[in-house]
């Protein structure tokens, strides 16, 4: 696909394509090809998933944090099913919370709902002998990364050998 030339009206009907095999709408992990060429025609991923009429999610800012006993308990959730992602140099900044029950996936969206005003993304997939799917609900927000590192000593990356619960500031 890379040495022909593509059209923006190519591009769309490879998406439409791309979502009834998928049954879902696309991500650009889905099909590096269709990314390249979204980037270099439309500008973004984003752009092409605008032009064939989806809903863009934009960047959502997480003003304020008040430690109440639902902030203690996603800290809780955090430390001992979650992880944190803090990269300066790629701007990445993440936190994920992982489940393999349906009903605490929902009660995690709403309380991150209720907390941080945040819709939070979801992936699910299919791991090892595990019947159910595990759910990664995920957070991306500079600031709350850089406040619960900060404020609540919670590290980046591994941390399950060092990470002692936070005490009530």
Same mark, same amino acid.
């Given at each position: 696909m890379k040495n022909k030339k593509i059209s923006k009206n190519e591009l769309i009907r490879r998406v439409a394509v791309l979502e009834r095999r998928l049954n879902r709408k696309p991500r650009k992990r889905d099909d590096n090809s269709l990314n390249y060429y979204?980037?270099?025609?439309?500008?973004?991923?984003?752009? /092409?998933?605008?032009?064939?009429?989806?809903?863009?999610?934009?960047n959502q800012e997480i003003k304020s944090i008040k430690f109440n006993e639902g902030f203690a308990y996603f800290l809780g959730l955090l430390i001992t099913d979650g992880h944190i992602v803090c990269n300066n140099d790629l701007k990445k900044y993440q936190l994920a919370i992982y489940t393999s029950y349906f009903e605490e996936k929902e009660m /995690?969206?709403? /309380?991150?709902?209720?907390?941080?005003?945040y819709k939070a993304g979801v992936s699910q997939r299919i791991c090892g002998f595990n019947k159910r799917p595990n759910f990664e609900i995920r957070i991306t927000s500079k600031n709350l990364?850089?406040?619960?590192?900060?404020?609540?000593?919670?590290?980046?990356?591994?941390?399950?050998?060092?990470?002692?619960?936070?005490?009530?500031?």
């Open positions: 979204a980037r270099k025609i439309l500008g973004s991923w984003n752009n /092409l998933i605008k032009s064939v009429g989806y809903k863009i999610k934009v /995690l969206l709403a /309380l991150i709902k209720e907390l941080f005003d990364v850089k406040t619960i590192i900060k404020d609540y000593n919670i590290s980046a990356g591994p941390k399950s050998l060092n990470c002692v619960v936070p005490k009530k500031n």
